[in-house]
């Protein structure tokens, strides 16, 4: 017997693999829309129904969801300060087939840089990066749309993501520098069972129309994180260079995360959405991971 709200994911890849595992798991029906027919494929091939829809192009049909529960876990686009994706997403729903609940995946980014400060959910939004900006007018769009149409939403805010297959060790085996200990900022995580655990009490939960922060509580810092991937795996730590040299050696990408500091609270998450982490810090997510690696 089928237990649980019928559950929609859109953008089913890393994350939402995940959780599309854990929902059939747990007697759920799932559906999945995904970009490429090669994933559709497999996906089908897991027993998941699921279909193609591109989100960049143009939403001529209105979309029977026919779900209970949207989880939206598509990135927007590389480029803008908007969420165009989301925005078509939603419009091409059709208003007879509307859900009962969507939980989109944000971003703590959004929160910008504090200073080392704790951040929680009642902290000021102040997105510094286009990126940011991004996923705040998605979470805009969401709430716009789902309140004019009275259908409850979550924001889940997430940090990075660590996991199996999702570390750095590629940058680490290619001896890429890390900012020296002293000037790195505070950075945040969460492991990936953990956020999909976040996502299956979302789809329960009665805490609607509510942002959650999605994070383990235990922040340190970006080198930090390096060093103990590495150890974990026992390869040597990455050389470390102040942020005069970084300027100079590192991505705008890695330097845009490196002017950021903030150490998110999980206090709303574990008290409101009922969370507690599998994982509430590295040592303990890093234990369970072995990626075959030649050390």
């Known amino acids: 017997m089928l237990t649980g709200p019928k559950l929609l994911i859109v953008g ?13 798991q747990e007697g759920r029906s799932v559906s999945a829309i995904v970009r490429s027919p090669a994933r559709c494929e497999a996906l089908r091939e897991e027993g998941i129904c699921a279909t193609t829809l591109d989100l960049d192009s143009r939403l001529e049909n209105a979309l029977d969801t026919a779900a209970r529960v949207i989880c939206y876990l598509v990135p927007p686009p590389s480029d803008g300060r ?10 091409a729903i059709a208003e007879n087939a509307l859900p009962e609940r969507v939980i989109l995946i944000g971003t703590t ?21 286009d990126r940011a900006r991004r996923r705040r007018g998605a979470e805009i769009a969401l709430i716009g749309w789902a309140e004019a149409r009275d259908i409850p939403w979550i924001i889940l805010r997430v940090p990075g993501i660590y996991g199996p297959g999702r570390l750095p060790l590629e940058r680490i085996r290619a001896r890429t520098p890390v900012l020296d200990e002293a000037e790195s900022p505070w950075s945040n995580r969460i492991h ?22 999605v994070s383990d509580g235990c922040p340190t810092t970006m080198t930090d994180y390096f060093n103990r991937v590495a150890d974990h795996f026992g390869l040597s730590r990455p050389p470390q260079i102040p942020m005069a040299s970084a300027r100079a050696r590192l991505g705008e990408g890695i330097l845009s995360y490196l002017a950021e500091s903030r150490r998110i609270s999980n206090a709303r998450m574990r008290d409101r959405l009922g969370v507690t982490p599998r994982y509430p810090d590295l040592e303990s997510g890093l234990a369970e991971i072995d990626e075959g690696i030649n050390k």
Do not use: K
Not at 85 to 90: D, Y
Not at 202 to 212: C, Y
């Open 12 to 24: 089913c890849g890393y994350v939402g693999s995940r959780l599309a595992a854990q929902a059939l």
């Open 82 to 91: 908007e969420d165009p994706r989301l925005s078509r997403f939603l419009g």
């Open 109 to 129: 980014g959004v929160y910008g840089d504090a200073g080392g400060a704790w951040v929680d959910e009642d902290s000021p939004i102040d997105p510094s990066t």
């Open 192 to 213: 990936v069972d953990d956020l999909v655990g976040a996502c299956m009490a979302a789809a329960d939960t009665h805490a609607v129309n509510q942002v959650f922060n």
